[in-house]
Every structure is written in structure tokens, then in C-alpha cells.
């Protein structure tokens, strides 16, 4: 059956529009754990857009399920990583002027220093991740560099212009899970995901794992966190 991260991000982006001190993040994650969520995810920016140190250190702290910390491959944040030691580490491209992700890493171009950074974490006792496009030479790169899991990129097949676009991006990701799959990696999901479009990406299986943020947040606003959570645990336990 698979689960459901829920990422905090964007309650940390509210709180920094005010440079204030609430909503907190760390609260949030509280009660996401308490609504059914199996994982806390988080992004520690270089810029610090939003998630702080503080708010990592915290969360190490205090999260009961799973923390999975994403981040770029820089000297800084694996040195962050390994002080404070996330069940997960999922390294994402990460680019100063972008708005969110945008799209998934190019492992094969930057095979060695992949390969370098996922040691040292792996060393550190951290599970390591991959955010990548369903591409079945990135989903091999990620197999050959040694990381644990891999994070299918689904933001072409939310944004999908039409229903033929969308389903092209669907035989993609299914592609792709059986692809890692076979290669013995874990696999997880994100990006754009929402509880309109979730159950077509539940329905062949094989992901361990939803990394689902804004939709989530976006939800609470109006009904609540905790109602937010549940309904999207409903969606993906219950497809």
C-alpha cells in the first residue's frame, strides 16, 4: 500500500512573508503525523526561501515517522545532512530564481559527483533519493551512481495540457517504476500531484511512496490541516 509524505514548505513560505514566527512548520508536521501522513518531507534551500535551519533541526527532533530532507548536492547541505541525519535525503536540482522544482536531475551528466555525494551520505547511515524525469537513462544513472531510491518527476503529467498528453506522460511514469523497479530501487513520486489527479498515478502500482505538498497546504487553508491530510491518505490507501 503505498504512503504519503506531506510536505511542509509551504507553511514555512507563509510564515517568511512575515518574517514572523508563525504558522510553524514543526507544528505542522505534528499534526500531519497525527492525520494519517507517513513521512515529512522537506526542502532546505541555499537561499533559505522558506524552511530554516532552525525548522531541520526541530523536525530531527520531534518527527515520529519519517523525515526526508531534499536538498542540493552542495558541500554545505551534505554537511548540514550529515550533522543532523533525515531518514532521507532526496537531492534535487535546485536553481536561485526558480519558483518550485522544476524539473528532475541530470544524473548521467553529473554521474561522479552523484555517485561521490550519495556515498557520503549513505556512509553518514542516510537512505539517499534521486528526483528525476521518468526517463529510463536517468532511472539507469541513478542505479549506477548507487542510490537507494529514485523520485519519478510527475509535473509533466500534472500540467498536461490534454488528455493525450496526459496519458503520454502516464505510460512514462508507469515505464519508469517498472524500470527501477527491476533494478531493485525503491521508487517514489511527486510533484503537482493533487486530489484530482492522484488515483491516476495509483493505479498501476509499484510506488512505495507520495511526496504531495501544495495541494495538501492549499487544501488546509480552507479546510483544515488535519482534514487535509486525511482526505489525501484516503485517496492513496483507499484507490
Known sequence: ???LGVNIDHVAT???????AEPDPVAAAAIAELA????????????RRHIQDRDLKLLRQTVKTKLNLEMAATEEMIGIALAVKPDM??????????????????????AQSME?????????????SVFIDPDPDQIKAAHKVGADYVEIHTGAF???????????????????VKLASRLGLGVNAGHGLNYTNIKKVTVFGGIEE?????????????????????????LIKYA
Do not use: Y
Open 1 to 3: 500500500m503505498a504512503k
Open 14 to 20: 507563509i510564515r517568511q512573508a512575515r518574517g514572523g
Open 36 to 47: 494519517g501522513a507517513d513521512g515529512i518531507t522537506i526542502h532546505l534551500r541555499e537561499d
Open 89 to 110: 535525503c532526496t537531492l534535487v536540482p535546485e536553481k536561485r530564481q526558480e519558483l518550485t522544482t522544476e524539473g528532475g536531475l541530470d544524473v548521467r551528466l553529473h
Open 116 to 128: 561521490r555525494s550519495i556515498a557520503r551520505l549513505q556512509d553518514g547511515g542516510i537512505a539517499v
Open 158 to 176: 500534472a500540467d498536461a495540457s490534454n488528455w493525450k498528453v496526459e496519458e503520454q506522460e502516464l505510460i512514462k511514469i508507469e515505464n519508469a
Open 210 to 234: 507520495f511526496n504531495i505538498g501544495h495541494s495538501i497546504i492549499s487544501r488546509a487553508v480552507f479546510a483544515g490541516l488535519d482534514r487535509a491530510v486525511r482526505d489525501m491518505v484516503d
